[in-house]
């Protein structure tokens, strides 16, 4: 009887210290996003994410990709997933290239660049836990005949807006949206983009990859006396083929990044899609 | 310069420059007065195309033909052309056919392995357009009806019998 006394009591006083603290609201919200990345093809993935419990800042390369679901192998670089990035040593714009090694992870390839005159140097990756990858900032993922279509990457959910540098060159970006989106779409800002009227080939260009390999390219049509077929194309991203100007159609999946060539003499900005500071 | 290497990095470790189709991107800010549609010429060995009886008899065009809605005189907007064959040598051009079928070709050339304007795949994009130049006033070449080339062909022949029966 005592014994039960002294547990309810217990109980009680158990419920009541619970009811009076306050609940702890963390600030991490932690996001998983599944990007589809066909098996045998290559697919640029942008990063909606930032690190996991350091808010602002970027993930490393390692942990912004889930490795659930993807081919590994333990020994044959080729037989496995790869990720390469994009990035710069002192002088020129480079790849890194990494594979998925059964149970160790991502590991570097050590590649060789061979230069227009015929010499050539080794560029060795650094370590993927180590290779810093922003919020909006893409990077190919390369996966294996046969691959699952799903890639899923991890981290930290951020309530800011995007702010991804952009220099000149090819930059690998793109919206770090969790839904689909159009290039034209009227909630995305484009400012700081150089674009042209007919003189188109002097504008920034987006690439796109195609499901079957190869890009479609946007241009951005600036034209403040525009022919009578371009009055509704102007600032607007359009394709250009043999008969004409079109408006970029179609959606960019969730996930997907692309390339964006910023010409030379144009200089740097931020693209900042949610709208200016 | 940092494309060619980014090519030379993917010739090198991928091995699939010679392997797969190739796109070249391509534009023009001088077409001449009068530019009616264009095309693209691949020209194996490196000459001039040129058009005989209505067609190419040097030279292979590469993809569609840039027609009016593409070419506003001095501009031809940017392409971007597929070459679906291997290609280890020559060089590409740019006809332009004005309204009465006469044409002109470019003043300059690309290369087959140019680093800048011919994407071999989706790690190596283009990043700058190679600009066709052309003569703002340039003399436009008839291009020869296929009767017209036949009887030309007839005459030339008979001019070579003749020369035999004499010698």
């Known amino acids: ?277 | 310069m940092k494309k060619s290497v980014l090519a030379s990095f993917l010739l090198f470790f991928c091995g699939v420059l010679t392997s797969q189709a190739v796109v070249i991107g391509w534009s023009s800010e001088t077409a001449p007065i009068g530019s009616a549609s264009a095309i693209l010429v691949y020209v194996s060995d490196g000459s001039t195309p040129v058009i005989t009886g209505g067609s190419l008899t040097t030279g292979q065009q590469i993809g569609d033909t840039i027609t009016s809605g593409a070419i506003f005189v001095p501009y031809i907007l940017p392409q971007n052309t597929e070459d679906t064959a291997t290609r280890n040598s020559g060089t590409y051009y740019v006809v332009i056919f004005n309204e009465s079928d006469q044409y002109v070709v470019s003043n300059n050339s690309l290369a087959w392995n140019n680093g800048e304007s011919i994407s071999h795949g989706e790690l190596d994009p283009i990043t700058a357009y190679h600009l066709f130049t052309f003569d703002q006033n340039p003399t436009w070449i008839p291009v020869p009806e296929p009767g017209t080339a036949m009887l030309l062909v007839a005459g030339a022949a008979v001019v070579a019998l003749r020369r035999r029966k004499r010698a």
């Open chain 1, 1 to 277: 009887m005592k014994k039960f006394l002294m547990l309810m009591t217990a109980l009680t006083v158990a419920g009541w210290v619970g009811a009076e603290m306050p609940p702890v609201d963390g600030t991490n919200v932690v996001g998983f996003a599944a990007i589809n990345a066909a098996g045998g093809a290559n697919t640029v993935i942008t990063v909606p994410f930032e690190a996991c419990l350091n808010a602002g800042s970027p993930g490393v390369l390692a942990d912004l990709v889930s490795t659930n679901g993807l081919v590994a192998h333990a020994s044959d670089p080729g037989a496995a997933d790869q990720l390469v990035v994009l990035t710069t040593n002192a002088t020129m714009q480079i790849y890194y290239y990494y594979w998925l090694k059964s149970g160790d992870g991502w590991q570097g390839i050590t590649s060789s660049v061979l230069m227009p005159n015929g010499s050539s140097f080794a560029v060795t990756p650094v370590a993927a836990s180590e290779f810093p990858v922003s919020r909006g900032l893409g990077f190919w993922i390369k996966r294996v005949s046969g691959a699952a279509a799903d890639v899923y990457v991890k981290g930290q959910v951020s309530g800011a807006k995007q702010a991804t540098a952009i220099s000149e060159k090819l930059n690998l970006i793109g919206y770090g949206s969790v839904e689909a989106f159009s290039l034209n779409s009227s909630g995305i800002d484009w400012s700081g983009v150089v674009g042209a009227g007919l003189n188109l080939f002097t504008s920034d260009t987006i690439m796109l990859p195609k499901a079957g390999g190869g890009f479609t390219t946007y241009y951005y049509y600036v034209n403040a006396n525009p022919p009578a077929a371009h009055v509704s194309l102007t600032n607007k991203w359009v394709e250009s083929t043999a008969t004409g100007l079109q408006a970029a159609s179609g959606t960019i999946a969730a996930g997907q990044g692309f390339w964006f060539n910023r010409l030379t003499g144009h200089g740097s900005f931020t693209f900042r899609p949610d709208g200016q500071e």
